[in-house]
């Protein structure tokens, strides 16, 4: 089997497994991981803040977007852009992000777009991670064209999950971006940095 055959095997389980979670259980699990990534070193610090509207079945972070905004951070989110690329925009209230491609809500286009090499800390969703840093997303590439080209230092990935959808280990591609934290309900794991090479 390929590399992708492994992805999209990996890809239809997680799909499965999250489609047998109701949304109580999932505002549980992302009021918990709001709570760590409030309460870590990496969000206290950051001045700029990268953060995602999620779609169903993912952990919902506006809880982080409120405490960031409450402490004085600038809060940006994800637009999708020709060539599967992202770009970021800041809000300032939740109510200004707007119904984007696939549907995701996403700021609106009057928003200027910040660098992301002034972002300090970036969450990201996907359906898999593992505890060496890999992600595997839903396959659009997004993430991985967007933050593969920056600096490995700046931001700091964080990926957001379910404990259920880390595994030891997940198949990645030399195109990958790895993330440098990884945080769910259960814990918060700092990455190896020897783990991202």
């Known amino acids: 089997m390929t590399l992708e055959d492994d992805k999209a095997r990996l890809r239809r389980n997680v799909h499965f497994v999250q489609s047998t979670m109701g949304p109580e259980q999932v505002t549980r699990a992302s009021v918990k991981i709001a709570e760590r990534v409030i309460a870590c070193p990496e969000f206290a610090s950051a001045e700029r803040v990268a953060l995602y509207a999620a779609t ?38 939740w109510d200004e992000l707007v119904p984007g491609r696939y549907g995701i809500y996403e700021p609106p286009e009057s928003r200027l777009p910040i660098a992301l090499s002034k ?27 967007t933050f593969l080209k920056l600096s490995s230092s700046n931001p700091k990935l964080m990926g957001v999950a379910h404990s259920i959808q880390v595994f030891d280990a997940i198949p990645v591609g030399e195109h990958d971006r790895r993330v440098d ?14 783990n991202l090479s």
Do not use: M, W
């Open 119 to 145: 972002v300090s800390l970036a969450l990201v969703p996907g359906l898999a991670f593992d505890r060496h840093g890999g992600r595997l997303g839903r396959g659009g590439g997004y993430y991985d064209r």
């Open 56 to 93: 169903e079945g993912e952990i919902d972070v506006r809880a982080v977007f409120e405490a960031g905004v409450a402490a004085g951070k600038c809060c940006v989110f994800p637009r999708c852009r020709e060539g599967n690329q992202l770009e970021f925009s800041q809000i300032e209230q």
């Open 181 to 194: 934290l990884l945080v769910t309900e259960a814990t918060l794991i700092q990455i190896a940095a020897a």
